[in-house]
């Protein structure tokens, strides 16, 4: 294991060379940060590294329980998404969201302490890491504009949105994207296109790579997240975001994630996973403790218009049950994201 390997990065040569006698995998494991594409003169590694991305510990992990196969396996097979025999209520929900999931935040610090943490987290991102890019920004905008980027998680934000938030212009903010697109704390969700469907808006679905660094950013714990309903959806959202793309490198369908979204908002869907053979699974996410066949109003929409190509679709809630809504449409806890069958 050749940890921070970009620090260094003339030891590629010795693992090519290693890996050129003796070809036979898993010999090495090379980890490092986004600074490794960026500014060191590297290997490309074609046909000798895959490469496999790292986010944030999953509540399984965290708990250091068995995780369950990842969501969308569960769906293409059919399998019932299990719950436990406690799941937690609106409020643990948040709670679990805001502890994140880096894991010294997650296992090593107090509740109290954590939330400094995340804001030290952030605040090194946005001062020291910049510099060790080679970027210049101006340190103020670039954390109003990360500002911006919190409140807007999970949604279809307008460019002006964000620019206009920060004080800064279009050219500025599309270069602040890219660099927090680097830095790795930042996504853009293409959307989804299909001939089945007409009108369907272009805009991409900007998200934070981990939920606890929107309450970081914006200095609100997990009781200010509930007080506010719109901020409360795009805690849950990131949050189960979060969670899937950390299950992607393991799924055994290698979908892809888009988002759905009608222009003028008239049907969205939070995520679609398209799988080979342009099968979809759709996911809604719902701050609804008691979610009903209205609540899957956009998930039947899209199975409609889908037909055949449909797989299924899930409403995830913040309910204790796990039920069907309609045909290849069901509702189920946020929890059965990491909840095994019991033996």
């Known amino acids: 294991l050749l940890d921070e390997w970009q620090v260094v990065p003339e030891v590629l040569g010795a693992v090519k060379r290693a890996v050129d006698h003796d070809a036979h995998p898993g010999r090495y494991i090379l980890t490092g940060s986004i600074r490794a594409d960026l500014d060191a003169q590297t290997w490309p590694g074609t046909g000798r590294v895959v490469r496999v991305p790292m986010y944030g510990m999953t509540v399984a992990e965290q708990m250091g329980q068995p995780s369950p196969a990842p969501l969308f396996d569960r769906l293409s097979r059919e399998d019932h998404l299990e719950v436990p025999g406690s799941p937690p209520d609106l409020r643990e929900y948040v709670e679990l969201a805001t502890r994140s999931g880096f894991p010294e935040a997650a296992l090593s610090i107090s509740n109290s ?34 500002e911006a980027y919190a409140l807007n998680s999970a949604g279809v934000a307008k460019d002006r949105t964000l620019y206009e938030a920060a004080d800064i212009n279009l050219k500025t903010a599309e270069s602040y994207e890219q660099l927090l697109i680097n830095l790795m704390i930042v996504e853009k969700l293409p959307s989804w296109r299909s001939n089945r469907l007409k009108r369907l808006a272009r805009s991409s679905k900007r998200y934070l790579i981990e939920p606890a660094l929107i309450a970081g950013a914006l200095r609100i714990d997990a009781g200010g997240i509930m007080r506010d309903g719109d901020l409360l959806g795009r805690t849950l959202d990131t949050f189960v975001a979060a969670h899937l793309r950390a299950e992607l490198a393991t799924t055994e369908s290698r979908p892809r994630l888009y988002h759905v979204r009608e222009e003028h908002g008239r049907h969205e869907i939070d995520l679609i996973a398209e799988l080979a053979g342009q099968r979809v699974i759709a996911v809604e996410v719902k701050a609804d403790a008691a979610p009903n066949r209205t609540s899957a109003a956009h998930l039947i929409w899209l199975r409609d218009r889908l037909g055949d190509r449909f797989t299924a679709g899930v409403l995830l809630h913040t309910g204790p049950r796990s039920f069907r809504i309609d045909e290849r449409i069901f509702a189920a806890p946020i929890c059965s994201l990491w909840t095994s069958k019991e033996p």
Not at 127 to 137: A, F, G, H, I, W
């Open 113 to 146: 302490d954590r939330a400094r943490w995340i804001e030290s987290y952030i605040d090194q991102l946005l001062r020291r890491d910049v510099t060790q890019l080679k970027e210049s920004r101006d340190p103020a905008k670039l954390r109003r504009f990360f």
